[in-house]
């Protein structure tokens, strides 16, 4: 089996419904402000023109936008 399994996505599901609405202020604060910066850093260098890009994370698709620049 790979991932988390079925028994778990709801739980999951659940926890990411909750927290949604302050996600990127919580992302902000643990990153000191430095969130963007950080996502700059990460794919500098590994996104290029014509790249097709999958953003499966939770969120807003932030990292998603930045590559888009």
Do not use: C
Not at 14 to 36: C, E, F, P, W
């Amino acid at each position: 089996m790979f991932g988390l399994g079925y028994q778990y996505w709801r739980e999951v599901t659940n926890v990411l419904q909750s927290i949604i609405h302050v996600y990127d202020k919580v992302n902000t604060a643990i990153s000191l402000g430095r969130a963007n910066k950080y996502r700059v850093k990460g794919i500098k260098g590994q996104v290029h023109p014509g790249n097709i890009l999958l953003d499966a994370g939770s969120g807003f698709g932030n990292m998603s936008k930045i590559a888009a620049k």
